[in-house]
């Protein structure tokens, strides 16, 4: 691949990681919308737990830290529910009772998470703090963001081969065999 000119970044990463078809996932790895191409990342359960608590923790000290304005302030508190939020309810989907449930929770993350990122970018639109500052956190959020969506897409896949299966088999009840 030395030498090689790629005419997108897409067709770049495609041919680093092997030229997955765009549609198909590879396994422990993450559809990013936003780039249209896979990436590499397995995270197991107890990583993300502390990925959240960390992103929690930094969002903990960002509201600590920011101007005593009525805005800032407002904003703040609502970027403080619910960022710390997102690992609360991860861990509530992790010792969900059912595929439902877990799913039910795992949306519940991924609205948080997405609620954050509004947040964030409030605080940086409305000049309370440079882009700058917070371009790490927006994208450790935006991680999480894709990492839950592809966990619940993945989920419901299996739920539909499930299903699928299931009605595909024949029962004949006065069967021995």
Same mark, same amino acid.
Request: glycine share 0%.
């Given at each position: 691949m030395t030498g090689t000119v790629f005419k997108t970044v897409c067709e770049a990463v495609r041919a680093v990681l092997g030229r997955f078809d765009s549609d198909t996932p590879p396994p422990n790895r993450f559809w990013i @919308? *936003?780039?249209g191409f896979w990436i590499d990342f397995t995270v197991n359960e107890n990583e993300f737990k502390d990925r959240?608590?960390? &992103?929690? %923790? +930094? =969002?903990? +000290? @960002? =509201?600590?830290? %920011?101007?005593k304005t009525t805005s800032a302030q407002i904003i703040g508190k609502q970027l403080l529910r619910a960022a710390t939020s997102v690992g609360a309810n991860y861990r509530a989907a992790c010792r969900g009772k059912s595929e439902a449930d877990v799913m039910h929770k795992l949306s519940i993350v991924e609205e948080e998470a997405d609620e954050s990122l509004y947040w964030l970018e409030? @605080? =940086?639109?409305?000049? &309370? &703090?440079?882009?700058?500052?917070?371009?790490? %956190? &927006?994208? *450790?959020?935006n991680e999480i963001v894709a990492m839950t969506v592809s966990s619940i897409k993945t989920l419901r896949i299996k739920r539909l081969a499930n299903q699928q299966i299931d009605q595909s088999k024949i029962q004949n009840l006065k069967s021995k065999i």
């Open positions: @919308l *936003d780039f959240t608590k960390q &992103i929690a %923790l +930094r =969002v903990i +000290r @960002l =509201v600590e830290a %920011l101007p409030l @605080l =940086v639109e409305a000049n &309370i &703090i440079s882009e700058n500052k917070l371009a790490s %956190l &927006i994208q *450790d959020t």
